[in-house]
């Protein structure tokens, strides 16, 4: 069975140009979670949809970032404009939200570089 | 709010046993996860505790105190790819299944 799958892999842009991280969910998941990773900061939680509503965007840094899921198996997160401090990994997660045992499933992530 | 509590490195030999601990504080509480994540990859699960009690799953084992928030994550005949970092998370009583609160992670690095 496919994972979730993000795209891109790798991403170096300028500061202030747009960037869009893409991800699909395994299939049958009705949970979708948009973490990012730093050194400093860790791994945080931007943003979580359940069957495809926003649920709790409180850990969106702020106006720039934005997260949409149109439909079950697709969802984005753009960043515009990009800053440098924005560089991180972007992990997309996803699950069954009633299920029991705590398990998130992550893509492999989208590295993103601002310069 | 939440806040969880673990070392940041821990260093051992192979065939060694390694402990990591967590604490934790939340305003409810639902449950605690281990994840492992090598470098450059992504976060795997390794285990859950909805209850007091050890979780045994091979090599490793995961133990939980409800009452001293409080829980461990045991890693036994260390192999030289367990060398990772590895993360306890918490869920929120008040929050969604998925929503996770993660710690910021132990390197636990192996040596032959």
């Known amino acids: 069975d496919a994972g979730v799958i993000q795209s891109p892999r790798h991403e170096v842009t300028e500061m202030g140009q747009e960037v869009t991280l893409r991800c699909k969910p395994i299939?049958?998941?009705?949970?979708l979670f948009w973490y990012r990773q730093t050194m400093m900061r860790g791994l945080e939680l931007l943003i979580y949809?359940?069957?495809?509503?926003?649920?709790?965007d409180s850990g969106m840094p702020e106006d720039r970032f934005s997260a949409k899921m149109p439909n079950a198996s697709f969802s984005t997160l753009k960043i515009q404009p990009s800053e440098p401090r924005d560089s991180a990994v972007y992990f997309c997660?996803?699950?069954?939200?009633?299920?029991?045992?705590?398990?998130?499933?992550f893509g492999e992530g989208s590295r993103l570089t601002v310069l | 709010g939440q806040s969880l509590e673990q070392p940041s490195e821990v260093t051992a030999v192979e065939g060694a046993i390694v402990q990591i601990n967590c604490t934790y504080q939340?305003?409810?509480?639902?449950?605690l996860s281990w994840y492992q994540q090598h470098d450059g990859g992504a976060p795997t699960f390794l285990s859950y505790?909805?209850?007091?009690g050890l979780e045994e799953t091979g090599r490793f084992s995961s133990f939980l105190s409800r009452s001293d928030s409080y829980g461990y994550l045991l890693l036994q005949e260390l192999q030289m790819k367990d060398s990772a970092s590895y993360f306890c998370?918490?869920?929120?009583?008040?929050?969604?299944?998925?929503?996770?609160?993660f710690g910021a992670g132990t390197q636990v690095v192996v040596t032959p």
């Open positions: 997660a996803s699950n069954v939200e009633a299920a029991s045992g705590g398990e998130l499933f």
């Open positions: 299939s049958g998941h009705n949970s």
């Open positions: 949809f359940n069957n495809n509503v926003p649920i709790d």
């Open positions: 939340t305003s409810g509480f639902y449950g």
């Open positions: 505790n909805g209850l007091d």
């Open positions: 998370a918490v869920r929120d009583r008040t929050d969604s299944w998925g929503k996770l609160q």
